[in-house]
């Protein structure tokens, strides 16, 4: 009928008259267009009706979607319209969608510095997208309302049009009115707010002492004491006649197998007949490697029974009986099922025993399968024995480290930590946040492996290390680790007298070694262990004549002779099944070596100290390990007033200058400087605007002058320099008492110090203010002295905290905000373009008084109507006038915010007068100089400090009694991470930050925003700042997107927010190009290659091949090879191997080849050799064999002649580098180097 339908389409005269009268069609559509519908899908076999469809309705109108399609998959079509009509906003039912099959709901994470998109888009498309949204944005006219320049856009208009003149006033308001419209518009879509919101979080981090004996270790004996009934405890849980039995069916079977394998090797010696080992041996054919397992068997079969020993010849005793281990094998694996781990590695390893011996298989295969490590760990974890003796491994070290200080962190190193059997027990007991736990192996693909079994452990390093070799040349810095363990690793070495020394010099002196070691032949562990070559490795026969284990008598002689005092072996529990003492923990404390010991007198030492003792207290313990200390305290003029000692004006640059002369004229070591004198600024309580101006001599004045004194004189090694607080940093967030305010300052022009001049930059510590002076000593010497790369570091409560920069987590609102039209708000800095904005932004909301100042405030009112739009003063009267024509009052008050008598005028005046005083705006300051540190002239920082430090403290001062709504201060990202040739501005903004800290800490409302690099105006405003800031990673965020995120902030709890747009590839690369700077530690950059190779590790490798063209295909190829063997190897980046390289040479080992084979095996869907990686032991060789044999390829010439021109390149790169003079190689390094040096100079 061409009309909407009603209930009649259920009766039957509907269908009737629907038979017999004509189909209205294009009507319909005609109807369904004028009702808006614009989405259209049609249910059918064929897309018929939509085509007919479109005819009726207006051109390019609608979405049309088939549910089926003439030669698409079926399945393929559904979803794709399914999909568009679920971007068009239709409601699907997914839970029925999903209903018949198995789905894992994935929680995609919102917190907003992971700046990932979760959609399916294609290179192609984001690049033309990102090409399109470039070319818009440079049209001028975008261009213009982008940057709000409403002049130039008027300008521009009437160029193109004829206004009248009531026009032409119009257009600037309207322009206005137009670019506001459009950039909150174009910030809506181009950046979410939330991915621009910053905190600094402060983090528990023990300190990990390089240098600080691990004195807080309970010795061995103790430890064994207090272990004693947990032992007899665990030891009496074992079913010893179980155990037993077990044991001697396991050496039973063992035999049986041993006899089994020299019946299969020809064995023909009857009894009494003599043999001689070699010649029986050869007779075998066992091979050389095995010759020491065939010795050891031929004396398992001697303690059996079966043959005599006389000196160097055997006879045989018995006749060899015929065995059945497979059905032995049987049975006891249905008797002693916990023992399965036992029983298959020794069926896997007996059944091949003879294999083995004449070397036509590889043991490792059968210990480790295919790189398959499952029996094997089973056996080391999940065993009766291991199950004890892992535990006593565990108990042992909990109870070592159970006086462990909440600062102090422990270092563990595990050797030769293979399946992780020892490493799973002690783990779960560690405390994440003091632990640094090092797994090592000699085997890259065991750490590979451990990567992934205990991925959730974030504190564990892997690194591949050979304890036979000086660890010192494997990137292992010595007496690093307080704890080192090792589980059944270290007899497997040439001489244990070496390898403990290699151990005691990756221990710290009075450090703590747990051994975990078998300490008894066992024969069933000898047919498979002793099928590998590091069984019988050893060969100080001495020690060891004819066997790897000790006993523990043996060790605790050996661990003496190697430097280790107390030794202690566990367990050792009357009655306790034989089994357990061939096995043993030993718990072993290497020899402490003395401070003074330590000490080679190669630092110095100059301590700006504090009144209170702090810096007298650490001199004289440094001095009494032989360290130069020079004290230096604040006074009237330089003097030196005892040996070492002086004093020096704080505001006397050439105080400082004369005092490094001096200290640099008698020491010739590198030099810690220690600056305590912030230490003695007044206290939080007893802050006045008088002290807190008096402040700034002793902080970031002094600091200001030492700095450029340290740049004019020359060091023979560069100076350290140290800046001490106390509790200046707000570590506990608002219930951070904040004490010493007034010292804050320091950190803001800190970091600016450390980015100006990184080679002498050590970094800030802020002291418990509730600590002593002896705690507070012993706080820096752990942290000057065994300095661990942190820069930012506090100390409460006897726990150690350093600074992270933090992507702001969800925050909850807490109150809603209005601004009320019966309150007045006071906006310091108002006449000023944030402070303007901000007016506009908060009478947008609804807030109706408004009191502005401004140091130089605006002419009288009755001139404004003369003063022209394109001056600074008409342009802010403009603004004002647009206000008040709003509905809004404004009052102007010129006035400076560091005259508290000004200040204070105005307050009362508002309290008397206007509206009561519901909120605070602090927009006042006085814009940096621009000059980096070395050029800031005293009163140049003076002027820039005081409006932020002196203003808000007056500020506070004349509103701590009001009912305020907020107090927001307007602070920079700078006081956050530091900003070069910002160093005042930037500790001015510190102070700011911490003082919203301590307002909200006596519960009194307080904001510091920090603002990154905002557009239109204000201290950010020349488009040169704007775009030098781009270029470093800081891209201007518009006011009104940053007013609308500090509105949002404003109805949380939050207390300090950096509200910046930062590309992290950029910036972060940039802020570290110097030095590492561990505040961005939690930031990660964000990868902007769009290429991804992951399709070269799938499976469908086949088919990506044939798909190539063949030019390409054999590259593709060699990348697909190179991925794999990086995977294998552990490389993050395959990019980094050489395809010519050998793969040994990278570091692959024999499980690693193995590993390797498999995973090749299943992406090619072929059989491979098991030598694949001897036969072919590059990257270019593995490729033409799998090219030619697997894949059955003709390469072209080109192809095959790939590694002859590759290696030809590489001889004639070696030829032009040999043919070099030593002046053209020294040329070409300082040619090189410049090069480098204008990069950072640039950065």
Known sequence: TGTEVGAEITTAEYWVAHVR????????????????????????????????????????????????????????????????????????????????????????????????????????????????????????????????????????????????????????????????????????????????????????????????????????????????????????????ETTVSFEISLDQLSVDYIVQALQSMGWSYKPTESFAFDVAAQKLGVVPTHRPLFKRLLQILTESGILKSNNQQWEVAQTLAEVKPTEKISSLQKKYPEETAALTLLSRCGSKLSGVLRGTIDPVELVFPQGDLTTATQLYEESTVALVMNTIVEKSITKAIAKLPKSRGIRLLEIGAGTGGTTSYILPHLNQGQTEYTFTDIGALFTAKAQEKFR????????????????????????????????????????????????RKLLADGGMLVLYEATAKTIWVDLIFGLLEGWWKFRDYELRPDYPLLSRDKWHHVLRETGFTEVVTMPEVEGMAETLSEQTV????????????????????????????????????????????????????????????????PDQRNDYSQLLETLTTNVSSSVEIIHLWSLDNSEVEKLTVETLES??????????????????????????????????????????????????????????????????????????????????????????????????????????????????????????????????????????????????????????????????????????????ANTEDGNKTRIITLLENSGAKVTVCPADITDSIQMSLIVEEINTTQKPLRGVVHAAGVSSSGLPIKEIEPHTMESVLRPKTLGTWILHQLTKNLSLDFFVCFSSAGSVWGAKTQGSYDA????????????????????????????????????????????IGLKPLQPEQGFNALGWLMETDTVQTVVAWVDWNIFKEVYQSKKYRPLLAEIENKSLESEDRSLLQQPEILKQL???????????????????????????????????????????????????????????????????????????????????????????????????????????QILEIENLSEEDVESSVIQELAALNTLLEDN
């Open 586 to 649: 030993i718990v072993a404390q290497s020899s402490p070596t003395k401070l003074e010991q330590r000490n080679d007198g190669s630092k110095s030492w100059l301590i700006l100290a504090d009144s209170q003792g702090v810096g007298q207290k650490l001199a004289t313990l440094l001095r009494s390990v032989g360290e130069i200390c020079t004290l230096v305290f604040a006074g009237e003029r330089y003097k030196q007033i005892a040996p070492a000692e002086f004093t020096i004006n």
């Open 456 to 503: 959730d452990y974030k504190f564990i390093k892997y690194q591949t290390l050979d304890i036979e070799v000086d660890p010192t040349t494997q990137g292992f810095e010595a007496h690093q680790y307080d704890v080192i363990i090792a589980a059944n690793v270290l007899h497997a070495t040439t001489d244990m007298k070496q390898t403990l020394s290699h151990v």
């Open 1106 to 1212: 044939e798909a190539e063209p063949e030019s390409r295909r054999y590259q593709l190829l060699i990348d697909y090879l190179t991925n794999e063997v990086a995977r294998v190897l552990g490389v993050k980046d395959f990019k980094l191997l050489s395809p010519e390289q050998g793969l040994f040479e990278m570091g692959m080992d024999s499980l690693m080849t193995v590993e390797l084979r498999n995973q090749l095996q299943k992406s090619l869907n072929c059989s491979l050799p098991k030598t694949l990686a001897f036969e072919f032991p590059n990257i270019i060789s593995l490729a033409d064999y799998i090219s030619s044999k697997v894949l059955g390829w003709q390469l072209n010439k080109i192809e095959q002649s790939q590694l002859s021109v590759v290696q030809q390149q590489k001889a004639n």
């Open 695 to 868: 402040t700034s001599s002793l902080g970031c004045g002094s600091i200001l002058h030492l700095t450029q004194a340290l740049l004019k004189v020359e060091f023979i090694q560069k100076p350290c320099l140290w800046l001490v607080t106390q509790g200046a940093q707000p570590v506990l967030g608002i219930n951070s008492s904040m004490t010493g305010l007034a010292q804050s300052p320091v950190w803001g022009m800190g970091r600016v110090v450390s980015l100006e001049h990184p080679d002498f930059w050590g970094g800030m510590v802020d002291l418990d203010p509730n600590s002593s002076t002896d705690e507070s000593v012993a706080a820096l010497i752990a942290e000057i002295c065994d300095s661990d790369g942190e820069d930012h570091i506090s100390f409460r409560d006897g726990q150690r905290y350093v600074a992270r920069l933090m992507g702001s987590s969800q925050m909850e609102k807490s109150q809603s905000l209005s601004f009320h039209s019966d309150a007045t708000y006071l906006i310091t800095g108002g006449l000023g373009f944030l402070g303007l904005k901000f007016a506009q932004w908060m009478v947008e909301r609804g807030a109706r008084n408004l009191v502005l100042t401004g140091r130089k405030g605006l002419p009288p009112r009755e001139e404004w109507a003369n003063l022209s």
């Open 988 to 1031: 001015a903004n510190h102070f700011l930050d911490a003082f919203a800290y301590y307002r909200r800490s006596i519960g009194l409302p307080a904001l510091s925003v920090n603002w990154g690099s905002l557009g239109q105006g204000g201290m950010a405003s020349e488009e040169t700042y704007v775009q030098a800031m781009s270029k």
């Open 21 to 240: 009268q004509p189909v209205r069609f294009a009507q319909s559509m005609k109807t369904l267009e004028e009702q808006g519908y614009e989405t259209f899908l049609e249910i059918g076999s064929k897309p018929i009706l939509l085509g007919m469809g479109r005819q009726c309705v207006t051109e390019d109108v609608g979405e049309w979607l088939p549910s089926l399609r003439l030669g698409v998959d079926e399945w393929q079509q559904m979803l794709s319209s399914l999909g568009k009509l679920y971007v068009k906003g239709a409601k699907i039912d997914w839970s029925g969608f999903d209903s018949d099959y198995n789905r894992q709901k994935v929680t995609l994470p919102t917190y907003p510095f992971q700046r990932e998109r979760y959609w399916v888009e294609t290179t192609e498309n984001k690049h033309k997208q990102h090409q399109n949204t470039e070319n818009i944005s440079e049209i001028p006219i975008i261009k213009l309302l982008t940057q709000g320049k409403t002049e130039a856009l008027t300008q521009q208009l009437e160029t193109v049009a004829n206004f009248s003149p009531e026009k032409l006033k119009l257009l600037p308001e309207i322009l206005d009115v137009l670019a506001k419209q459009y950039q909150e518009q174009l910030a809506a879509v181009t950046t979410s707010i939330e991915n621009c919101l910053y905190e600094v979080e402060w983090r528990n981090k023990s300190i990990f002492g390089k240098l600080l004996p691990p004195d807080f270790l309970i010795p061995p004996i103790e430890i064994n004491q207090k272990l004693t009934p947990t032992l007899t405890e665990l030891v009496t849980q074992v079913d010893n």
